[in-house]
């Protein structure tokens, strides 16, 4: 059974940083799209990041220029750094693993910026 695990979340001042963090426990990884999701309360989840599983990378337009998204296939993890955080990145980050038609979220951490 597959497993994301999600870290790192926690309450961030504005314009701090924060690192999250998915271990997954499927077997090949390296062939799983991987993603960062966040859901606001009221507000449908979406894309934040993802990263294919060749390496390309795409992000949303608010955080552009403000997160990245990296994997690391030798340790069955994907990660988000989120810099110059605003009051509006707060929301549930959840992990996403897709390969073919199968997909898996993790349970989600929630991350908030606030002072």
């Known amino acids: 059974q597959v497993q994301l695990v999600e870290s790192g979340g926690g309450l961030v001042q504005p314009g701090g940083s924060a690192r999250l963090s998915c271990a997954a426990s499927?077997?090949?990884?390296?062939?799983?799209?991987m993603g960062w999701y966040r859901q606001a309360p009221g507000k449908e989840r979406e894309l934040v990041a993802a990263?294919?599983?060749?390496?390309?990378?795409n992000y949303a337009d608010s955080v552009k220029g403000r997160v990245t998204i990296s994997r690391d296939n030798a340790k069955n993890t994907v990660s988000l750094q989120m810099n110059s955080l605003k009051p509006e990145d707060t929301a549930v980050y959840y992990c996403k693993a897709e390969y073919g038609l199968m997909t898996h979220w993790g349970q989600g951490t929630q991350v908030t910026v606030s002072s």
């Open positions: 990263v294919s599983n060749y390496g390309s990378t």
């Open positions: 499927m077997r090949r990884f390296s062939m799983y799209a």
